[in-house]
């Protein structure tokens, strides 16, 4: 399948539920008998993919199509401590080789479609001397896929990552709130926030993705959701 079939989950700042938004996917696909490949390119904060920090360890343990497997082979660059790449990275004497990382995409792309890709906090976040999150989208060639919180003060941030898209002819595919506090926020808010997203922002909003008590089995509303990105 072409490149652009796969999906980058970019969020609008770091901690924002796109690891959950990863999972629905990858669950999604598979009951749809896709054959998906979930990827974190750059993963910080962690000792190593298997980490209880692990993104990664998070999405193979609660997708049952992927349980038992090595998160490993999802994580191309893990770095321990708890910064952007390109500085967790450097702190650690070590280097983040783009050119491998496309390599490593280019063989999981001959047997996997589509890839699954989260990336590390938001948008402009630095991977390299010279890169952002946002430059390894526009080399991957993939469809871009924005998670926002529901809340208050997400109308700035969406926007400005939109623009910031944009600005490298990127063209979102489409943004998806999660809101995970409790209470919840409030609907009216929610309802704003998105016809601000939306009317100012020029791009869909899928939905809300509310709290997940059972990662398991997420209730059929949040994979509707999903359904509308593709």
């Not at 989950?9 to 054959?35: E, H, N, P, Y």
Request: with cysteine.
């Amino acid at each position: 399948m072409h490149p652009l079939s796969d999906l980058f989950i970019s969020g609008t700042d770091t901690g924002v539920g796109k690891s959950v938004v990863c999972l629905l996917i990858m669950q999604l696909l598979f009951a749809k008998g896709r054959r998906p490949f979930y990827l974190k390119l750059f993963q910080t904060g962690c000792e190593h993919p298997g980490d209880v920090r692990s993104d990664a360890r998070f999405i193979y343990e609660h997708t049952e199509a992927l349980m038992g497997r090595d998160p490993g082979a999802s994580v191309i660059f893990c770095h321990r401590l708890p910064r952007a790449p390109y500085y967790a990275a450097e702190r650690s004497q070590e280097q983040i080789d783009l050119a491998l990382m496309r390599k490593r995409v280019a063989q999981i792309r001959r047997t996997s479609s589509p890839l699954v890709i989260e990336g590390a906090g938001g948008l402009l976040v630095p991977v390299t001397k010279e890169k952002m999150v946002v430059d390894v989208i526009k080399e991957l060639g993939c469809r871009l896929l924005l998670v926002a919180r529901a809340g208050l003060g997400t109308i700035n941030h969406t926007l400005l990552s939109l623009e910031a898209a944009r600005q490298r002819r990127i063209e979102p595919q489409g943004v998806v709130l999660v809101d995970t506090g409790l209470p919840p926020t409030e609907q009216d808010l929610v309802d704003e926030n998105i016809d601000a997203i939306q009317r100012f922002g020029g791009v869909p909003v899928a939905g809300v993705v509310g709290r997940l008590d059972d990662f398991h089995h997420p209730p059929d509303s949040f994979y509707g959701v999903i359904e509308k990105i593709f």
